[in-house]
């Protein structure tokens, strides 16, 4: 009796043709999943948060200790980096058997080959970075504070990520290139050599004793420039310009960004022009000019008569 009575209650609760005693017991069963995994859950985040802060001190041992006979910098951080990403997911699969979520990480797995495969497709160019990244990161042509040229762009490289390398230009702004356009364009690194070639243009008018220029000019970039073997300083005539004989200069010096080219230049081109005016040789520069003729203006009386019979004139 006391069955029909409960059976014949529960039936009565009903709202809009939902059954809503079914859904109250289906919140409940909910409800005590939830205290009951709660345990479970909050230790499984604090494996997580662990491993998290695990993560961070077995990179830095892995840069500084494991690497640490490695002389490129891209490398070591690379290789943290990916300690750092390993380390963290192992944590997470921990976290996942704590809550014994093993089933759902099966699951996970077995359509993670399909939905990589789209992930793939889509992000062909992010990819492509990412490889690139790792090619670069094993580059010993490109380290982390070599001044390279690449792209239109110049500076200091400031960073390497699995995406992008990071300048910073001598106009202090950061530019910030993606990986595959290094790796498929040429790029120019000043800091791989210590020494570097520099050359220095000028001329001499056409009533300069060519000989003397020539050895004055050597005789004062070896002054200012220290050669080392097998380097030496070379002059060599080019061509007969509009205004002068022009020539060009080149010696060594120590070169490992675009400023210390700079720096060499301008030390050679006073050297030269105190050397110059000091012995009377002539730098002569382009003289144009310029002939305005004269503007002829015309001035004329012209006589106009009026409806009166009178003249007037204008000039």
Not at 82 to 89: G, K, M
Not at 167 to 175: E, I
């Amino acid at each position: 009796m006391l069955l029909l009575q409960e059976e014949t209650q529960n039936s009565d609760l009903t709202f809009l043709g939902f059954d809503l005693y079914k859904l109250i017991e289906k919140l409940q069963s909910w409800g005590e999943s939830i205290i009951l995994k709660l345990p479970n859950f909050l230790v499984a985040v604090l494996v997580f948060i662990i491993f998290w802060y695990v993560a961070k001190y077995v990179s830095k041992f892995v840069r500084n200790i494991l690497m640490r006979s490695v002389s490129q910098d891209s490398i070591k951080t690379m290789a943290g980096q990916t300690a750092f990403a390993i380390t963290v997911l192992i944590g997470f699969f921990i976290a996942l058997g704590v809550m014994d979520l093993d089933k759902v990480l099966t699951s996970v797995l077995a359509g993670a080959g399909v939905v990589g495969l789209a992930i793939g497709l889509a992000l062909q160019g992010t990819l492509n970075n990412t490889f690139s990244g790792v090619i670069l990161s094993f580059m010993p042509k490109l380290q982390l504070g070599d001044w390279v040229e690449s792209n239109d762009y110049a500076g200091v490289v400031e960073e390497i990520t699995l995406r992008n390398v990071t300048l910073k230009q001598s106009d202090n702004n950061y530019v910030i290139i993606p990986n595959s356009s290094i790796v498929d364009s040429p790029f120019k690194n000043w800091s791989q050599t210590a020494r570097s070639r520099v050359f220095i243009n000028c001329g001499v008018g056409y009533e300069s004793d060519l000989e003397a220029v020539k050895k004055l000019t050597l005789e004062t970039l070896t002054k200012e420039f220290e050669q080392q073997s097998p380097e030496e300083i070379e002059f060599y005539y080019e061509g007969f310009g509009d205004s002068s004989i022009n020539f060009v200069a080149r010696f060594w010096a120590p070169v490992t960004k675009r400023r210390d080219m700079l720096i060499a230049q301008d030390r050679a081109i006073i050297a030269i022009k105190k050397a110059f005016d000091a012995n009377d040789i002539n730098i002569p520069f382009p003289i144009r000019t310029l002939d305005f003729g004269k503007n002829k203006f015309r001035s004329e009386t012209i006589t106009i008569a009026n409806s009166n019979g009178s003249d007037s004139a204008e000039a």
